[in-house]
């Protein structure tokens, strides 16, 4: 490579250029490897069932809070029908005995 200094602005212009070509000629055979090995209907079909796949997981999680709210509203709800149970045993009288 040649040393910076050496070179004009205009030879460093090129320079420049022919780099970012190379690099955009690689990167272009990079996609073309990779439309080889998935073909469109396999890439669709990829970033269709990762989207399902979130989806999936968004709704598992939604479904774990609704069932963590409702697990702790029965035992709020059992609490509080043992209280009211207790309490209203205490006002009964007790059962004579023979």
Not at 23 to 48: A, D, M, S, T, Y
Request: glycine share 4%.
């Amino acid at each position: 490579m040649v040393c910076r200094e050496n070179l004009n602005p205009e030879d460093l212009a090129t320079q420049s250029v022919r780099l970012k070509e190379e690099q955009l000629r690689r990167e272009e055979g990079r996609l073309k490897e990779i439309e080889v090995l998935f073909p469109c209907p396999l890439r669709c079909g990829l970033i269709l069932q990762l989207k399902v796949q979130k989806e999936i997981s968004d709704r598992r999680q939604e479904l774990l809070a609704k069932e963590e709210a409702l697990k702790s509203l029965e035992a709020r709800l059992a609490t509080s029908q043992s209280s009211n149970t207790v309490n209203s045993h205490e006002g009964t009288p007790a059962p004579a005995s023979p």
